[in-house]
Nanobody, 122 residues
Framework: QVQLVESGGGLVQAGGSLRLSCAAS????????MAWYRQAPGKQRELVAA???????NYADSAKGRFTISRDNAKNTVYLQMNSLKPEDTAVYYC????????????????WGQGTQVTVSS
C-alpha cells in the first residue's frame, strides 16, 4: 500500500518560517509530480506549489517569492520551504502525488496525505 506522510507543520509567528516535508512510500514505480495544497476553514482547497519529476515548478500567486518547493527523488520526498509567513497562510497543508504503482499493470494513482496544520499568529 502506498502512502504519503507529511510533517513539519506547527505554530509560528508572522514573519517566521516553516519547512514541510512529504515522503511517499510503498511499491512505487515512479512519481510524475508532487504538490502542496492547503485548505483554510470555510474555504476551498487550493494549490500552493507543484513540482514535476523533471524539476519544473508552479506556484500560486500568493506563494511566489515566499515559498519554495523542492524534491529529493532518491527519497521520494518533496519539501515546501515557507518564509515570511502571514496569518492568511494558516491552513491544513496537504501533500499530493501523481504516481505510477509498481507491478505488471502500470496503474496511475492520485494520492493524498493526511495533512499537517500550519498556524501563523499575528
Amino acid at each position: 500500500q502506498v502512502q504519503l506522510v507529511e510533517s513539519g507543520g506547527g505554530l509560528v509567528q508572522a514573519g517566521g518560517s516553516l519547512r514541510l516535508s512529504c515522503a511517499a512510500s510503498g511499491s512505487i514505480r515512479s512519481i510524475n509530480a508532487m504538490a502542496w495544497y492547503r485548505q483554510a476553514p470555510g474555504k476551498q482547497r487550493e494549490l500552493v506549489a507543484a513540482i514535476t519529476s523533471g524539476g519544473s515548478t508552479n506556484y500560486a500567486d500568493s506563494a511566489k517569492g515566499r515559498f519554495t518547493i523542492s524534491r529529493d527523488n532518491a527519497k521520494n520526498t518533496v519539501y515546501l520551504q515557507m518564509n515570511s509567513l502571514k496569518p492568511e497562510d494558516t491552513a491544513v497543508y496537504y501533500c499530493n502525488a501523481v504516481l505510477v504503482l509498481a507491478g505488471t499493470l502500470l496503474k496511475i494513482k492520485d494520492l493524498w496525505g493526511q495533512g499537517t496544520q500550519v498556524t501563523v499568529s499575528s
